[in-house]
């Protein structure tokens, strides 16, 4: 079955389906380019978060917008490379998306992603994560690969021969093996409660996989059916790194949908309020079993 048929078969609304599928011909656009020789090249701008972009970032996020600026069922999208969010129509589907995550990875040849939250209507500020009606994530690796939750589970779908194929469906977090992706390691310095979580990962053999990327990383845990993503905060950033509409959101979505669980150490990621577009958070996700014992020590 390709990404198109799968989508029928869940009755997707013709909107949504034709948003989804200019998403993953730009993802063809953006694999392409992560190929090139401007992997590595900086630019002297900064994106809305004051980090310094690369030349991929930019490219990425031009691919997705020039494709989604011409669908009329776009209404509004908002990009972690755009300090705004450009409107386009007055209905149809606001699109949220961090074009190229892990893009500090390109020059050593790491894989990266893109990261896609869609919701219905124009306004995303004062709604929360689980308002959103699809959420996706593309990996550039070895193979160009997606996640894809339209609320009907979560499924991998991979880019085979110049096809969307469906290629893992129904994704559960039901394995047990042991494993950790514990981001913000520097943490520990000040947060002792995650100094404590870290030794509970090492004192019971926890196998380590954490790459910088979260795109990755969170495809690693729904790969493998199991363990836990952290990305904590400290004294110097007591919310963390990342953001919650670009990356934590559509996170959130695709794994609970996998029947996983993710928080933000005190409240369910998805029903947290989005007060500023690029606001960020601390994140706890993965299995539930997992997730759970780490905001015990956290909590
Ligand atoms: P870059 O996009 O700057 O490479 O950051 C990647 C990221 O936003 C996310 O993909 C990783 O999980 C996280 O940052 C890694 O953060 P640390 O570098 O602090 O581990």
Redesign the pocket.
Known sequence: MNLKEYLNSVECETGLLSIILDLARASEGIYDAVSTNEAGKKLTSENASG?TQMAL?VRSNNIITDILEVNENVSVVGSEELEDLPVFRDSGYAVVY?P??????LDVNLA??TIVGIYEGVGILGRTGDDQVAALIFVYGPRLTAMLTVRKGTHEFTFIDGEWILTRENIKLDKEKKMY?P????AVSSNLKYRDLINYWLDNQYTLR??????P?INQILLKGCGV?T?PGYDVAPNG???LVF?CAPMALLIEQAGGKASDGSIRLLDKPIGEIHQRTTIFIGKTEEVDIALDYLG
């Open positions: 980090e970032d961090d190229l995550d892990g893009s500090s990875l990266v992603g992706a981001g913000n390691l520097r954490y790459s910088g990327g979260m795109v990383d993503f990305y790194k990342l953001r990356e």
